[in-house]
T-cell receptor, first 114, second 120 residues
Framework: KNQVEQSPQSLIILEGKNCTLQ??????????LRWYKQDTGRGPVSLTI?????NTKSNGRYTATLDADTKQSSLHITASQLSDSASYIC?????????????FGKGTKLSVIP | DSGVTQTPKHLITATGQRVTLRCSPR?????VYWYQQSLDQGLQFLIQ???????AKGNILERFSAQQFPDLHSELNLSSLELGDSALYFC???????????????????FGPGTRLLVL
């Protein structure tokens, strides 16, 4: 069964510090892997999209990395801000035979405190 | 603001009933996606429409159906509602040009604010 596992489930960090969120997947090969940020009660916002052949993608203070050998992706947040408090969701998209399948992780809930 | 609108914001109904959720995509976007997010299941992809035609199906129940109209807005119909259907329902849109292959391979999806459905 295709799975996407995220860790940690939740994380509390001090404002200004860096952090790294993990995404382990069994879906392989895939078309692309995405990271989303979701504020409580709001729709997800796309942070990064990486294809199977890419190993890093940045979006401001967010940097996603991908290791296809270990089937792991990480989202690194630099110089965290209070507004980074949200859930971060990893999604793996598998396509083929004219259709596709999205497998979502359960997310990591990040709290940034002053 | 993503440019995707959804109505209503909140919906409370009883088991066995039928409801319709509405989504207007960003101006020019041809693809509309529907997602369900519950506390225990997380986000799940339901269905995609591209320019009025069904393009892909995910974990959509037979009690659920969707359509996309000529003006590109979409509706998700949920019938014979059960307590377990209580969730946030998101619509997303993408794609101002025809996708090279089926599916959201490279396009950024823009999510709406969601409709919170409570089935009592």
């Amino acid at each position: 069964k295709n799975q996407v596992e995220q860790s940690p489930q939740s994380l509390i960090i001090l404002e200004g510090k860096n952090c790294t969120l993990q995404c382990n997947y069994t879906v392989s090969p895939f078309s692309n892997l995405r990271w989303y940020k979701q504020d409580t009660g709001r729709g997800p916002v796309s942070l990064t999209i990486m294809t199977f052949s890419e190993n890093t993608k940045s979006n401001g203070r967010y940097t996603a990395t991908l290791d296809a050998d270990t089937k792991q992706s990480s989202l690194h947040i630099t110089a965290s801000q209070l507004s980074d408090s949200a859930s971060y969701i990893c999604v793996v998209i598998l396509s083929g035979a004219g259709s596709y399948q999205l497998t979502f992780g359960k997310g990591t809930k990040l709290s940034v405190i002053p | 603001d993503s440019g995707v609108t959804q109505t209503p914001k909140h919906l409370i109904t009883a088991t066995g009933q039928r409801v319709t959720l509405r989504c207007s995509p960003r101006s020019g976007d041809l693809s509309v996606y529907w997602y369900q997010q519950s506390l225990d299941q997380g986000l799940q992809f339901l269905i995609q429409y591209y320019n009025g035609e069904e393009r892909a199906k995910g974990n959509i129940l037979e009690r659920f159906s969707a359509q996309q109209f000529p003006d590109l807005h979409s509706e998700l119909n949920l019938s014979s509602l059960e307590l377990g259907d209580s969730a946030l329902y998101f619509c997303a849109s993408s794609g101002t040009s025809a996708p090279r292959v089926t599916g959201p391979l490279q396009e950024t999806q823009y999510f709406g604010p969601g409709t919170r459905l409570l089935v009592l």
